[in-house]
């Protein structure tokens, strides 16, 4: 991950969920109403916590927990009363069976997001949501000599762009599969719904809905 100094980004956000986190919650809501084997998830880089803590509210029986490598995480699950599990997504594999994992907005954050993905292969479920750089407003944002999602340096950037392409293709390589995307547009988009079908260029974020291909073996081994 880059060496951006997270402690000091949290702090300056304010915890509040975004759209990105509510597609999270409803695609969550499916897989339990649909697999009733799930018992356990994992927000990987849960940051200040604010989606775990909605998923504790809305599901109390579920176990979960978060993981991050910052000690500002760290206390902020830890005043939620939210497990919390020190893992560098770069380094760290998963040990263990966890049935969903989570990942918004944190794949873009890695110069080896196959690497992450492979580390992450005991997963059963993956919901991961990645910004599209292939987005109208970027294109432009590029046409103007700007790159889109750069950010202070001490706060680090995006350093894996993805487009549709890029991402099923990253998909493609890794120990998963896609079951379902559940992509994001900008609200002006409800009245030129046809438009929803140019996913790279009206798509502001993919929300794609992972399965392990070797769900079968995960069962066995549970």
């Known amino acids: 991950m880059n060496k951006a100094n997270w ?6 956000r304010v915890a509040t969920l975004g759209a990105q986190h ?4 409803k695609i969550l809501d499916i897989l339990l109403k649909n697999d009733s084997t799930i018992s356990s998830l994992c927000d990987f880089g849960c940051g200040q916590g604010m989606l775990l803590k909605e998923i504790k509210t809305l599901y109390p029986t579920l176990k979960i927990k978060g993981a991050d490598n910052t000690e500002f995480s760290k206390s902020r699950l830890k005043d939620l009363n939210i497990e919390y599990l020190n893992f560098d997504l770069t380094k760290d594999s998963l040990n263990g069976k966890i049935d969903i994992g989570i990942m918004s907005d944190v794949l873009e954050h890695f110069y080896n997001p196959l690497q992450v993905l492979q580390n ?11 910004p599209n750089f292939s987005f109208i407003k970027e294109r432009f944002d590029v046409l103007k000599g700007q790159v889109p999602f750069e950010m202070k340096p001490k706060r680090g950037g995006h350093f894996f762009w993805f487009n549709e392409e890029s991402l099923n293709d990253l998909i493609m390589k890794s120990d998963f599969e896609t079951i379902k995307t559940f992509n994001l547009y900008p609200k002006k988009l409800n009245y030129l719904p046809f438009l929803k079908q140019f996913n790279n260029l009206f798509a ?12 079968k073996q995960f069962m066995e081994n549970k």
Do not use: A, G, M, P
Request: glycine fraction near 0%.
């Open 7 to 12: 402690n000091i980004l949290w702090k300056d």
């Open 22 to 25: 509510e597609q999270v919650l």
């Open 120 to 130: 992450l292969s005991n997963l059963k479920y993956l919901i991961i949501v990645v």
């Open 204 to 215: 502001t974020s993919f929300c794609i809905l992972l399965k392990n291909k070797n769900i």
